[in-house]
């Protein structure tokens, strides 16, 4: 398979691409059944594609890292050092830092558990070997934001991260160790068990962002190689879809009937036009559908 080219290249380093039914309407020139968000991470940039096409851009902070959707509308976004709220009209609203600026440290990619937390990972600026971490943010009491876990330590650049349609296994990347790890995961536990799913590339790229559908496939962004695999439960290689940039960094399904599966990438630390559609979003039509996104409880 090979994805199509959605828009021009704008960003230049797309991460994170979201599909939630809450997000836009018909009269705002979205899609009636949802909307594609997603992030110009370095830029701290949220950008949401309009049914005709275009793209709207909000800055949220220094960076932006990830987002998903709030289960009373709006959505929860990691920024540089910590967490924040839009609010369904979309006033922004910045949670306190988790740690100081002088440490290096920023917030890379995340998702929502099936009870309603807020996961995301770190990584170092030097992309130092074992400084990143996975928070977990949990609703409050009567909505908002509650308490902060560290739930994994020891990473270096954490990055996907999806359940799976049960909601009783969880798929992770720690970019530079060239596997999809899964976890066993329940409320009271949280992830536990981690274990190796498979050695992605073995020498062919390293995984970055990733989704799974419906049918528990795991589709997972091969970074520095324009590809996007898609694994099995049991970790057998058995789909790829073919991207005619180098830097595939993540994917999702959208649209109404959740089947096409759109793809971000990036031109970070590639010199302009070295790479002419690097930042552009793309899509394909793969022959099977997502799961819905997974909403933030607070």
């Known amino acids: 398979m090979r994805a199509e080219q959605v828009t021009d290249p704008i960003a230049y380093h797309g991460e994170g691409p979201v599909w939630a039914a809450s997000w836009g ?26 049914a005709d096409g ?5 800055h949220v902070g220094d960076v932006a890292a990830a987002l998903r959707p709030r289960a009373g ?16 009209e979309g ?8 740690w100081d600026a002088d440490a290096g ?22 992309k130092t070997p074992g400084a990143a971490n996975l928070y977990r943010l949990a609703p409050g009491p009567d909505g908002g934001a509650g308490e902060v876990d560290v739930v994994l330590t020891d990473a270096t650049t954490s990055n996907g991260l999806e359940w799976s349609p049960d909601g009783t296994r969880a798929y992770y ?44 496939g795991i589709w997972v962004a091969v970074i520095s190689h324009g590809r996007i695999h898609r694994y099995t439960p049991e970790g057998t290689l058995d789909e790829v879809v073919e991207v005619p940039v180098q830097k595939t960094t993540a994917c999702t ?17 590639l010199e302009r036009g070295e790479d002419p559609l690097a930042g552009a979003l793309f899509a394909v039509r793969p022959g099977v559908t997502g799961l819905p996104a997974r909403p933030f409880a607070g």
């Open 25 to 50: 309407s018909a009269a705002e020139g979205v899609t009636a059944g949802g909307g594609l968000r997603w992030v110009d991470m370095l830029a701290g940039d949220v950008l949401s594609l309009r």
């Open 54 to 58: 275009t793209v709207d851009r909000t």
């Open 73 to 88: 509308g709006g959505a929860v976004v990691a920024v540089e050092r910590g967490f924040a709220l839009i609010s369904p």
């Open 91 to 98: 006033e922004l609203t910045t949670l306190p830092e988790l």
């Open 105 to 126: 440290i920023r917030m890379n990619e995340g998702g929502c558990d099936p009870d309603g937390r807020f996961h995301c990972g770190t990584m170092a600026y030097a």
């Open 173 to 216: 990347n720690d970019t530079p160790t060239r596997q999809v790890a899964v976890f066993d995961y329940s409320r009271e536990e949280g992830l536990t068990n981690r274990r190796v799913l498979v050695d992605v590339l073995d020498g062919e790229g390293k995984p970055d962002g990733l989704t799974v559908d419906a049918e528990g």
């Open 253 to 269: 399904f959208g649209g109404d009937d959740l089947g096409t599966l759109y793809i971000t990438t990036s031109w970070e630390n």
